[in-house]
């Protein structure tokens, strides 16, 4: 049975990081799989944020660009997504989630995700 479990939310002052890891369990993150962060803000819809692939190749939301970052533990089997500069508009619920895949992720992050956490929020205030 795989699990994905968020932590690393908070609250922030605009400008300042935070860190969230997703500790995988039931499937090897460095493994066939898409793993990728979403986020979700009441109201919204949800957003892919970032996402990396088996090679490690990476693609982000041009909203996050330049200030996030995705990275994976393969030893640890945890994906993390390290956010610095953050803004109000960051503010949501944050996902993990992975798909099985051999390819690349989904360049819209619209592929079929299965597996998904529970979230964990990040407030950030201005």
């Known amino acids: 049975q795989v699990q994905l479990v968020e932590s690393g939310g908070g609250s922030v002052q605009a400008g300042g990081s935070l860190r969230l890891s997703c500790a995988a369990s039931?499937?090897?993150?460095?493994?066939?799989?898409?793993m990728g962060w979403f986020r979700q803000a009441p109201g919204k819809e949800r957003e892919g944020v970032a996402a990396?692939?088996?090679?490690?190749?990476?693609r982000y939301a041009d909203s996050v660009k330049g200030r996030f970052t995705i990275s994976k533990d393969n030893a640890k089997n945890i994906l993390y997504l390290q956010m610095n500069s953050l803004q109000s508009e960051d503010s949501a619920m944050y996902y993990c989630?992975?798909?099985?895949?051999?390819?690349?992720?989904?360049?819209?992050?619209?592929?079929?995700?299965?597996?998904w956490g529970q979230g964990t929020q990040v407030t950030v205030s201005s």
């Open positions: 989630a992975a798909y099985l895949s051999w390819g690349p992720c989904s360049r819209d992050f619209q592929s079929p995700y299965k597996y």
């Open positions: 990396i692939d088996k090679t490690g190749s990476i």
């Open positions: 039931g499937l090897y993150i460095y493994g066939p799989y898409c």
